[in-house]
T-cell receptor, first 115, second 114 residues
Framework: DQQVKQNSPSLSVQEGRISILNCDYT??????FLWYKKYPAEGPTFLIS?????DKNEDGRFTVFLNKSAKHLSLHIVPSQPGDSAVYFC??????????????FGTGTRLQVTL | DGGITQSPKYLFRKEGQNVTLSCEQN?????MYWYRQDPGQGLRLIYY???????QKGDIAEGYSVSREKKESFPLTVTSAQKNPTAFYLC?????????????FGQGTRLTVV
């Protein structure tokens, strides 16, 4: 049962345009969401997060939007740069999992930013 | 520099052998995790540990074992019971807390069964 879904395995965007990566979740207990960026043969690196008490969080070129009623979040990258080309994972967690921050990951979306 | 170190980067295992993947962190994090990544799939949790000398099974613990004798170290043993061990293994750590903390990941170990 995939509790966090990224339905687009890949996305191609031109440099300078907006990249929008989507993520859906099914578990109503999730109250904290994170985006990670991963290059091949490397570990994921944290990008941005959002708590369920907010509907938007912005950090430079990256903005995450959360729609709790739709159980949907999205990552916007504006403007997109070639260095943004990577696999992006959406992850979710719940305070009800206890003190460990168990993250449930989506399957990832490969973003390619073209010149 | 603080961080998580996984070794080796590449590991080859013969059928029927046990192998141990190393994970060390100097971030003073309480919780540590092992994930497995397969092509086209997300990261799946194998085991996690919230404190020293304690650990819990994740979603795909069968065929794996762990220990947490020191706060800094969380080695993963892939046993011969794991039927499909070829994968990319990632170790992570987080501060102890209410769950709202980001995980820091190591660079990963690619295990191949030959």
């Amino acid at each position: 049962d995939q509790q966090v879904k990224q339905n687009s395995p890949s996305l191609s965007v031109q440099e300078g345009r907006i990249s929008i990566l989507n993520c859906d979740y099914t578990n109503s207990m999730f109250d904290y969401f994170l985006w990670y960026k991963k290059y091949p043969a490397e570990g994921p690196t944290f990008l941005i997060s959002i708590s369920s008490i907010k509907d938007k969080n912005e950090d430079g070129r990256f903005t995450v939007f959360l729609n709790k009623s739709a159980k949907h979040l999205s990552l916007h990258i504006v403007p997109s740069q070639p260095g943004d080309s990577a696999v992006y994972f959406c992850a979710a967690t719940s305070k009800y999992t206890g003190t460990a921050s168990k993250l449930t990951f989506g399957t990832g979306t490969r973003l390619q930013v073209t010149l | 520099d603080g961080g998580i170190t996984q070794s080796p980067k590449y590991l080859f295992r013969k059928e029927g052998q046990n192998v141990t993947l190393s994970c060390e962190q100097n971030l003073n994090h309480d919780a540590m995790y092992w994930y497995r990544q397969d092509p086209g799939q997300g990261l799946r949790l194998i085991y996690y540990s919230q404190i020293v000398n304690d650990f819990q099974k994740g979603d795909i613990a069968e065929g794996y074992s762990v220990s947490r004798e020191k706060k800094e170290s969380f080695p993963l043993t892939v046993t011969s019971a794991q039927k499909n061990p070829t994968a990319f293994y990632l170790c992570a750590s987080t501060l102890k807390g209410g769950g709202n903390t980001e995980a820091f990941f190591g660079q990963g170990t690619r295990l191949t069964v030959v």
